[in-house]
T-cell receptor, first 112, second 113 residues
Framework: ETGVTQTPRHLVMGMTNKKSLKCEQHLGHNAMYWYKQSAKKPLELMFV???????ENNSVPSRFSPECPNSSHLFLHLHTLQPEDSALYLCASSPSSEETQYFGPGTRLLVL | TQLLEQSPQFLSIQEGENLTVYCNSSSVFSSLQWYRQEPGEGPVLLVT?????EVKKLKRLTFQFGDARKDSSLHITAAQPGDTGLYLCAGQVGSSNTGKLIFGQGTTLQVKP
């Protein structure tokens, strides 16, 4: 399944860096999501966008800033991250916010 | 806080054995998905169950949704090394239109040849 793509696949950054993660879906879906997956913890929902509007912010620190310019693209802007932010960041999309979600391959992030 | 308890967390079995993974919650879900994830990749959808009591089969995998839509199970018959991976269940919050999925912690399955 290559309907949801994410770049970069791997990222190493210092705590003072600014970087962005990109997600693109080619499925014609209207809802897009960011998740964080850390070791030994369940997948954590971060943000939900439905028709380009943010409908959920799951108490995410402001050093993570999402952007959804259109229904096909989703960004996660990163600024002054902490080492504990190191994780696999997954993007997903679904036809609508109540339907099954399809995941991208993720970006493995390491914050030094 | 809505929780989805998945068990067991780890399972190591020999090829040909059968196994069952359980997913339990005190919350009612409008639907429940099962995903399989390989190292370094995103979760891949296996099945979605919607109706209480529903049973779906995918080759050697059998998925069941509890009558009350609070729990689910995944049964694998005659496991193969290719079944190795992380199995995740995820429940769709009932009346929400925000797309909130609640994930279990996952079951890491290792099938030895």
């Amino acid at each position: 399944e290559t309907g949801v793509t994410q770049t970069p696949r791997h990222l190493v950054m210092g705590m003072t860096n600014k970087k962005s993660l990109k997600c693109e879906q080619h499925l014609g879906h209207n809802a897009m999501y960011w998740y964080k997956q850390s070791a030994k913890k369940p997948l954590e929902l971060m943000f939900v966008y439905n028709f380009k509007e943010q409908t959920e912010n799951n108490s995410v620190p402001s050093r993570f800033s999402p952007e959804c310019p259109n229904s096909s693209h989703l960004f996660l802007h990163l600024h002054t991250l902490q080492p504990e932010d190191s994780a696999l960041y997954l993007c997903a999309s679904s036809p609508s916010s109540e339907e099954t979600q399809y995941f991208g391959p993720g970006t493995r992030l390491l914050v030094l | 806080t809505q929780l989805l308890e998945q068990s067991p967390q780890f399972l190591s079995i020999q090829e040909g054995e059968n196994l069952t993974v359980y997913c339990n919650s005190s919350s009612v879900f409008s639907s429940l998905q099962w995903y399989r994830q390989e190292p370094g990749e995103g979760p891949v959808l296996l099945v979605t169950v919607v109706t209480g009591g529903e049973v779906k089969k995918l080759k050697r995998l059998t998925f069941q949704f509890g009558d009350a839509r609070k729990d689910s199970s995944l049964h694998i018959t005659a496991a193969q090394p290719g079944d190795t991976g992380l199995y995740l269940c995820a429940g769709q919050v009932g009346s929400s239109n925000t797309g909130k999925l609640i994930f279990g912690q996952g079951t890491t399955l290792q099938v030895k040849p």
